[in-house]
């Protein structure tokens, strides 16, 4: 069962430009994850929220959890055709021992020089 | 420093034939260990997870099963393949929760395998 949902599935848009991508779930979680993935490789960690409402920036990029801690957003200014990857959303979902990590349905970004 | 890895890196298997797929983490020890699938562009999908030595934690009910043998060793495997199991293979790593570990996983290169 995929909990959290991601928008927009695609997008294409000029260097320059500034994006906006959503992850929303009716589930709470103890943190929230965002990563990025390049064809052929594994995922990896761009930031971690943890508390509602948090916001953590990383150079261009802004994240930020919701205040029930059940979506977060991410957001790019001035994307660079470097930006170009599938980002992920992953939920932390505690259980015995251990965390259970949930994945958004992923959002194919395409930055055009 | 810790590391992952995974092999094979590409698999093409006919139907119905078996699947081992091994992934192993140095550098670190009493992981979190994880499997995951990938269709093409998509999220991935939690297929087990693993706490400790022999526990194993199954998501989705499936043609697939797993196996922890020692403390830094992950299996994945099929006795008999279906075309649906085809996608990219994913094994990742955790560090053990505790109190005020947010949580990180740390994946391996993947596998890609293609079913005919």
Redesign the interface.
Same mark, same amino acid.
Request: a positive charge; zero cysteines.
């Given at each position: 069962t995929?909990l959290?949902e991601?928008s927009p599935q695609f997008l294409s848009i000029q260097e320059g430009e500034n994006l906006t991508v959503y992850c929303n779930s009716s589930s709470v979680f103890?943190?929230l994850?965002w990563?990025r993935q390049e064809p052929?490789?594994?995922?990896?960690?761009l930031v971690?929220v943890?508390t509602g409402g948090e916001v953590k920036k990383l150079k261009r990029l802004t994240f930020q959890f919701g205040d029930a801690r059940k979506d977060s957003s991410l957001h790019i200014t001035a994307a660079q055709t470097g930006d170009t990857g599938?980002y992920?959303c992953?939920g932390?979902k505690?259980?015995? *021992? %251990?965390?259970?990590?949930?994945? *958004? %349905?992923?959002t194919?970004l395409k930055v055009l020089a | 420093s810790q590391t992952i890895h995974q092999w094979p890196a590409t698999l093409v298997q006919p139907v119905g034939s078996p699947l081992s797929l091994e992934c192993t983490v140095e550098g670190t020890s009493n992981p979190n260990l994880y499997w995951y699938r990938q269709a093409a562009g998509r999220g991935l999908q939690l297929l087990f997870y693993s706490v400790g030595i022999g526990q194993i934690s199954s998501e989705v009910p499936q043609n697939l099963s797993a196996s922890r043998p020692q403390d830094r060793q992950f299996i994945l495997s099929s006795k008999k393949l279906l075309l649906s199991d085809s996608g990219f293979y994913l094994c990742a790593w955790s560090k053990i929760r505790t109190s005020g570990y947010t949580g990180e996983l740390f994946f391996g290169e993947g596998s890609r395998l293609t079913v005919l």
């Open positions: 995929q959290l991601q103890s943190s994850q990563y052929g490789e594994g995922p990896v960690l971690t943890v599938l992920l992953a932390a505690a259980t015995s *021992g %251990t965390y259970k990590y949930i994945f *958004g %349905t992923g194919r | -």
